[in-house]
């Protein structure tokens, strides 16, 4: 036999719970996103982010001990609600971009713009609508490793690019408006000027998140993109190394300067296992990552190993994670881009206001 409603209803919500991250649970909760109907016997979730795997756990931890409380089997009813998410410092957001995570490093040959490609494919697999932007003016990779190198955006209106299709994300960089072997000679001012052009002369979808992949160092570009975007948070990308962990730490340091939020870190080429022996080794060191994140009290988001076939699949134009062939080089990505949706929810508030793109210019 049933209780009242509102004693039911709050029994049951009080049933659910995630030990591995309960304060994610508390405030789904306290945002009202969790409700419980007792005459169709429906528990409904209203996520604000994408998390597959998230929450399969928390049904398969939950369902029982509430179907046994009901005596009754228990309906779940899951809705999606992406919203737009901004650290306290900036209120504002694109009104056809929700969120927009840049991914940078302090240095390059870390295999940040595989990591940046790669994480928005995982997104996107995991349910989101997901655009990117090459930011790297001097050095855009975008066209090579999204394998659209001879496309050219088009025009519907003589005035916006329409973004490039390519793996169910759409993308732009100026890689596409430039022939590959020509040297982009040109001063700061001039290339954050092309990279404002990229951006805002471009007719976006409506997106969840757009994954800007930054050049290397924090110059002219990472200035122009912290003071004249609305950019929701940042990622770093390091080996564990030393040399990279330096200049990691100075990009660290530029975001928290110019008041930029950061979700975290990411350890690239982490472990090298051989395809032939199965011995694994940490080529780079180890835990290099970690210690960065603890150092700067960051969350440390995950590491990613080193293995040929992001390499070859990168120069192929086919990322690794649209090719989900080997789940052991899919799953690091996945779970990944699960960790920093959910971070983002939990960490920032939601923007108080969107303007539009061409109000940037």
Not at 38 to 47: A, I, P
Request: glycine share 6%; net charge negative.
């Amino acid at each position: 036999m049933l209780f009242k409603k509102t004693s039911t209803v709050d029994k049951i919500i009080a049933q659910l719970s995630d030990a591995d991250n309960d304060a994610l649970l508390k405030k789904l909760q306290q945002d009202k996103r969790i409700s419980f109907d007792e005459k169709s016997v429906t528990l409904t979730v209203n996520l604000p982010f994408y998390a597959p795997s998230w929450l399969a756990q928390l049904q398969q931890k939950n369902s029982d001990k509430i179907t046994a409380l009901l005596a009754q089997p228990l309906n779940w009813v899951i809705n999606y609600d992406i919203v737009a998410l901004q650290s306290a410092g900036s209120k504002t957001a694109l009104a056809n971009i929700k969120n927009i995570i840049v991914v940078a490093s302090g240095k390059g040959g870390v295999g940040k713009s595989t990591v940046s490609v790669n994480l928005a494919l995982a997104l996107s697999k995991n349910g989101a609508k997901v655009g990117m932007l090459d930011a790297d003016i001097y050095g855009p990779s975008l066209p090579t490793l999204l394998g659209v190198k001879d496309a050219q955006p088009s025009t519907a209106d003589g005035k916006l690019m329409l973004p490039i299709e390519a793996h169910g994300i759409v993308c732009n960089s100026i890689g596409f408006l430039v022939a590959e072997a020509d040297a982009m000679i040109w001063r700061g001012p001039m290339a954050s000027k092309a990279l404002q052009q990229v951006l805002n002369e471009t007719a976006w979808p409506a997106l969840d998140y757009l994954v800007v992949d930054m050049p290397p160092g924090t110059g002219d570009i990472q200035l122009t993109m912290s003071q004249h975007v609305p950019i929701s948070s940042a990622v770093i990308v390091t080996t564990p190394q030393d040399v990279a962990l330096i200049d990691a730490k100075k990009g660290v340091t530029m975001f928290n300067k110019v008041d930029t939020h950061i979700s975290g870190i990411i350890e690239n080429m982490s472990l090298f296992t051989c395809s032939a022996c199965g011995h694994s080794e940490a080529i780079f060191g180890t835990g290099g990552g970690e210690q960065l994140a603890a150092q700067f009290s960051l969350p440390f988001l995950g590491k990613l190993p080193l293995h040929i076939n992001y390499r070859q699949d990168s120069d192929q134009g086919v990322p690794t994670v649209s090719k989900c062939e080997q789940n052991t080089l899919v799953e690091p990505y996945l779970a990944l881009a699960e960790t920093l949706a959910i971070n983002l929810y939990k960490d920032l508030q939601p923007a108080s206001q969107q303007i539009n793109i061409t109000e940037l210019k």
